[in-house]
């Protein structure tokens, strides 16, 4: 591996002359340090940036902790985040905690550890006081809190919307399939379908589940039909869920969208792949992962008149497992 010695031996400088270059901190000349950038180029040389942090005082990492990676929507909350701490200059240290709050922990730990000067979380456990005792800034991503920042969609008006739609589109006995408990957001959209469907004449049911796992979806789409032979009309609580159920009730030989129509939520990629294809409530997953990372770099520079919560818009889109008007 190169190191900032063999940087400088190939320049022909000190040490400390490469750290002036690469910190920006200090006079260099301009010859030396155009000889400083080609023996980097020539080395290949990549500083480390934990090194580097250490070294200032300060760093240009950022932590982001995500519940379940393996569930499409948040690799585009994170590709957001990149991108955007990217075009500014920061790095990004990655966290997966599968929902475990040991894991949470674990990770949180190496954030600081590597020095990190922020983070932004999309777990789920923020209530537990885990983050109090960090001296960082910290927003929130698809998740709310009174007591940190956050970035999040209007998720009871996605629960509204959904239950609207399928109302307008003549389903009278609906099937709602209700988030994980745990999970603020799930609460939201359920609340709002709920709000709507109260208030129409029509028939409807709720399932309860304990997760949006590939694994478990399947088991919740049986179920459903189980207990719910006749329902003509679901809500599903994301598109992993709302797939999983198209996949059964063509199993069990029902028409699409005739027989039955099914809205998701997220509009992850595969929801316009599966067929017939999704129609969803759509998150705008990029956009919230941008503001977050937005969000947290003013936090992290603190500039003056922040906004404590960002919430962002919600929309129908329209495929085929709904009807035409």
Known sequence: MVTIKDVAREAGVSVATISRVLNDNGYVGSD??????????????????VARSLYKRESRLIGLLLPDITNPFFPQLARGVEDELSRSGFR????????????????IQTFVQNNVVGIISATNHVDYKIYDALKL??????????????????????????A???????????TLVKGPAHVKPAQDR???????????????????STSYSFEEAQGWAEELF??????????????????AIIHEALKLGKKIPEDLQIIGYDDIPQSSLCYPTL???RQPAYEMGRQAAQLLIKMVKKEQGIEHT???PVELVERNTTRKE
């Open 32 to 49: 030396t340090r155009k000889k400083v950038m080609e023996a980097i180029a020539k080395l290949n040389y990549s500083p480390n940036e």
């Open 92 to 107: 990004l240290l990655l966290g997966n905690s599968d929902e475990n709050v040991q894991k949470e922990l674990d990770y």
């Open 137 to 162: 800034p910290l927003v929130l991503l698809d998740r709310t809190s009174e007591d940190y920042p956050a970035v999040y969609s209007d998720g009871r008006e996605g629960g509204r919307l959904a």
């Open 164 to 174: 609207r739609t399928l109302i307008e589109k003549g389903a009278k006995r609906i």
């Open 190 to 208: 359920f609340q709002g379908a709920i709000e709507e469907l109260s208030q129409a004449d029509i028939d409807f049911s709720v399932l309860s």
């Open 226 to 243: 189980e207990k719910f032979s006749d329902t003509d009309g679901v809500i599903a609580s994301n598109d992993i869920v709302g797939i």
């Open 279 to 281: 129609s969803t409530i």
């Open 310 to 312: 960002i919430q962002m």
